[in-house]
């Protein structure tokens, strides 16, 4: 489906714009997360990969950087995979809505940028960020 968001939509998911001085541009989108020890996408994050894929579609100059992160349970070497598989999981679905694979970039991090080490919130690392990046020429 073909629709246009305004600004005050953008804000309230989780789009934030920032212009920097070296007349790049970067969208931050909201992560999406992922169940413990999973790297399939939710049905309740479809939404913000829809509109990553809508921004990306409108601008084709746009790249984007996945970031796959983990809980700290597990060896460093699994978590790696698993961030790992879990931004492949995001970049394959937004291939499936259009996206040419070679704006796609991928990185995991594993557990080594945690948003939070309360264990009661773990579930907030396991996730997939986003940064999309439009380098004016």
Partial sequence: ADFELSQTVKESI????????SAETELAFRPIHFDFDRYDIRSDDTMMLKITAKELADD????????????????????YNLGL????SAKNYLIKLGVKPERISLI?????QPV????SE????????????????
């Fill in 108 to 112: 995991s991090f594993g557990e080594r």
């Fill in 116 to 119: 939070s080490t309360d264990s």
């Fill in 85 to 88: 598989r879990r931004a492949i």
């Fill in 122 to 137: 773990y579930w907030k690392n396991r996730r997939c960020e986003f940064k999309l990046k439009n380098e004016k020429r």
């Fill in 14 to 21: 989780g789009i934030e714009k920032e212009t920097k001085a």
């Fill in 60 to 79: 084709s100059t746009l790249k984007i950087l996945i970031e796959g992160h983990c809980d700290p349970y597990g060896s460093d070497k699994y978590n």
